[in-house]
């Protein structure tokens, strides 16, 4: 039986704990317990961490084992600048070994380093009598290796770890961006994220107005008043702000320093980070971060905002464009209701003014006729008053839309004979069609009242008809009276304003059901209003 080599035994067990620590301080306790024990080396140990972003070897930790001493360990801040002439620091940039001999002491660099690149070096000062041999120095090597290799894997870890937070903080954010409707919200939510990360000092946010140029009125400030104060960088701020509206890609202002007047002495070097919030290729706000960290806004960090900033880009277009919406529904809701007042009210209260000026010319020659005229009167106040307060209340303005159409026309037409001068006759062809939605049931309705409210006021007329056809899936409502007609009828009567509202509104509801509006009219000829629209439903027996 092969007897192991105890040093071997202890390199290999040091190695497989190296490799299982994933974080870096314990992963330098255990290098420094691993020189002691299977080095056996009794000196000084310092290891520093290569930050070339700083260009330094910072974060040191030190360690010492003399003499059977206790092993310690501490921390010290000291700083080594990467382009000088320090051992230290050759050593991190040549990735090899150096050695320096003293009288006393003897001193070991070796940089640990993994895939061509320096983690971190590692400093063994030791008595020059204990001063390690090849072998040794060749074990420490070794453990230094297993130490980068467990330094790189911890380093990818915490990466790994800090993006899946970062992502699943923008999967959290871009559900409560697209939920909102108003884009002075959504830029605050975008200052508010930004703000959370750990560099952040201050965060200030734009909209893009429709000039293409910052929106001062929407500017949304993160930060306290003490973090880098407005003087410090509002010039500058503004400049970049317009560059990323101009370039349209993210931004970083290095070595910019505060003034020693209001940052103090030494001056600290403030990093200004601008994103665009896009949508497509328009830039529809800015975001701009700023710090004074050393750390600042590495590569992820950059690319998380960027990735926010497409998304409150999209978020803002969304509500821009639900904003617009509104807008436009209102206008429509308002148009609507200028069309229900002028073909529902308008039409029963000029119809009672005109029958009251009737009967004031009749009063003193027909009393009788007076009386039916009246009584017919009074019917019809009270139920204009009882629709208009039902079309208060937001219900159907006409009465039973849930009825049959043909019952719907009849009804109103049985109405129409009871208060008015003229006589109108009505039928009904075909088969009715079932399940006819609400909406051509009412603009039915309101085209028959306008048509047969012209006939009182304009036509002249001593009798009109009301025909209602259905054929198939079509439906045809054909509304003509014998009066005095008019010319400049046609197929597009009432698509301009001097025809009057009344012929608009009827051939708005026309095309709001998806039918046509004919006007035919010659002086003389009497008028026809022919409407004609195609549903889908079952017909059935009337």
């Known amino acids: 039986m092969i007897a192991r080599d105890p040093a071997v035994e202890v390199l290999r067990n040091s190695a497989h704990g190296l490799q299982i620590s994933l974080d870096k301080n314990v992963i330098v306790a255990r290098l420094f317990k691993a020189l002691a024990d299977s080095a056996d080396i009794a000196g000084l140990y310092r290891l520093g961490f290569v930050d070339k972003a700083q260009g330094v070897i910072t974060g040191w930790h030190s360690a010492s084992s003399f003499d059977g001493a206790p092993f310690s360990g501490a921390k010290q801040n000291a700083l080594v600048e990467l382009n000088s002439d320090n051992p230290l620091a050759r050593a991190a940039a040549e990735g090899r070994p150096i050695n320096e001999d003293n009288i006393d002491a003897k001193r070991l660099i070796v940089p640990l380093t993994c895939g061509g690149k320096t983690l971190a070096v590692l400093e063994v000062t030791t008595e020059s009598r204990h001063a390690p041999d090849h072998l040794k120095t060749r074990t420490i090597e070794a453990l230094c290796n297993q130490a980068a290799i467990a330094l790189k894997n911890a380093e990818a870890i915490k990466s790994a770890r800090k993006q899946a937070r970062k992502l699943s903080s923008l999967y959290e954010v871009s559900g409560q961006l697209h939920s909102k409707r108003v884009p002075e919200r959504i830029i605050a939510l975008v200052a508010d994220y930004a703000k959370k990360l750990p560099q952040s000092e201050k965060v200030v946010t734009w909209l893009i107005d429709g000039d293409s140029r910052l929106d001062m009125k929407s500017m949304v400030v993160r930060g306290c008043r003490r973090e880098l104060p407005e003087k410090a960088w509002r010039a500058d701020l503004f400049k970049l702000a317009r560059l990323v509206l101009r370039q349209k890609k993210p931004a970083l202002i290095r070595r910019y320093k505060l003034p020693a007047k209001i940052a103090g002495h030494p001056p600290p070097t403030v990093f200004v980070l601008g994103i665009p919030l896009m949508s497509k290729d328009r ?143 009505s039928s009904v062809k075909g088969r009715a069609i079932s399940e006819l939605p609400i909406a051509v049931k009412q603009n039915l309705y309101r085209i028959l009242q306008e048509a047969l409210g012209n006939v009182v006021k304009h036509s002249k007329a001593t009798e009109a008809k009301v025909n209602l056809t259905f054929a198939d899936q079509n439906i045809e409502l054909l509304v003509e009276d014998n009066g005095i007609g008019f010319p400049g009828a046609g197929p597009d009567a009432g698509k301009a304003s001097p025809a009057g509202m009344g012929l608009m509104n009827m051939r708005k509801r026309a095309d709001m059901i998806g039918g046509t509006l004919v006007l035919d009219s010659l002086p003389g000829q009497g008028t026809k209003v022919l409407v004609k629209v195609s549903v889908d439903g079952e017909p059935h027996d009337n």
């Open 283 to 425: 830039v529809n706000g800015v975001l701009i971060a700023m710090t004074s960290h050393p750390l600042h806004y590495g590569k992820d960090d950059i690319e998380a905002l960027s990735i926010l900033g497409q998304m409150a880009g999209r978020a803002i277009e969304n509500a821009s464009l639900y904003q617009h919406t509104k807008k436009l529904a209102a206008f429509e809701e308002r148009y609507r209701i200028a069309m229900d007042l002028h073909d529902g009210l308008a039409q029963a209260l000029f119809s009672i003014a005109l029958n009251l000026e009737v009967c004031q010319r009749l009063i003193a020659k027909d009393p009788a006729d007076v009386k039916n005229r009246l009584a017919g009167l009074q019917d019809l106040t009270l139920e204009t008053l009882k629709d208009t307060r039902k079309y208060i209340l937001g219900l159907q303005p006409d009465g039973a839309m849930g009825d049959a159409l043909a019952s719907i026309v009849k009804d109103y037409v049985r109405k129409f004979n009871h208060s008015n001068g003229i006589k109108v006759r």
